[in-house]
T-cell receptor, first 113, second 114 residues
Framework: DGGITQSPKYLFRKEGQNVTLSCEQN?????MYWYRQDPGQGLRLIYY???????QKGDIAEGYSVSREKKESFPLTVTSAQKNPTAFYLC????????????FGSGTQLSVL | QKEVEQDPGPLSVPEGAIVSLNCTYS??????FMWYRQYSRKGPELLMY????GNKEDGRFTAQVDKSSKYISLFIRDSQPSDSATYLC??????????????FGQGTELSVKP
């Protein structure tokens, strides 16, 4: 079945530690996105990538980094510079950036120990 | 002021009720309007998609867009307990050089009681 796989489902970060969230898609989509979801705040865009080897900052990129070395993979690193990382992280993709239909993975809950 | 405003609820209704969920927005360039349904601790799934103004119906769900008022609605008829979820509105002007990003509302938590 085609889809977006996020792992792990739950992740715990110690202070000063960098952690990486995985996102893999087998939909052959060009565009991929990372959103952060906090209670009562909806989804906020962290980073997005329209094609391989290219990515752009979203609205809340500080403290995060990404890479897009392969079409199917778009990992997100939450660095120690992100002082409030506890949130539900969602990866999403579209066939092309200009396409309207966005598909989501099942999410990763990141918590601070 | 946020670009998209959505009443967070929670909203509780009895089974069989008609549910109305709403969003207002400020950016007149928005042309594409979507509703997503999100079950607890799951990824959102696309429920309805509308381009520009007008109505769209799919089974028990109807989406309405009024661009003159910058107001969109989702109606759920004959609501079921399985409709209990958070509903997110999303919209975009779909300009390619902005990555085609969607702007989301805060989400409305709906509970349908048997």
């Amino acid at each position: 079945d085609g889809g977006i796989t996020q792992s792990p489902k739950y992740l715990f970060r110690k202070e000063g530690q960098n952690v990486t969230l995985s996102c893999e898609q087998n939909l052959n989509h060009d565009a991929m996105y990372w959103y952060r979801q906090d209670p009562g705040q909806g989804l906020r865009l962290i980073y997005y990538s329209q094609i391989v080897n290219d990515f752009q900052k979203g609205d809340i990129a500080e403290g995060y980094s990404v890479s897009r070395e392969k079409k199917e993979s778009f990992p997100l690193t939450v660095t120690s510079a992100q002082k409030n990382p506890t949130a539900f992280y969602l990866c999403a993709s579209k066939k092309q950036a200009s396409n309207e239909k966005l598909f989501f993975g099942s999410g990763t809950q990141l918590s601070v120990l | 002021q946020k670009e998209v405003e959505q009443d967070p609820g929670p909203l509780s209704v009895p089974e069989g009720a008609i549910v109305s969920l709403n969003c207002t927005y400020s950016n007149s360039a928005f042309q594409y309007f979507m509703w997503y349904r999100q079950y607890s601790r799951k990824g959102p799934e696309l429920l309805m998609y509308t381009y520009s103004s007008g109505n769209k119906e799919d089974g028990r769900f109807t989406a309405q867009v009024d661009k003159s008022s910058k107001y969109i609605s989702l109606f759920i008829r004959d609501s079921q307990p399985s409709d209990s979820a958070t509903y997110l509105c999303a919209m975009s002007d779909m300009i390619y050089n902005q990555g085609g990003k969607l702007i989301f509302g805060q989400g409305t938590e709906l509970s349908v009681k048997p």
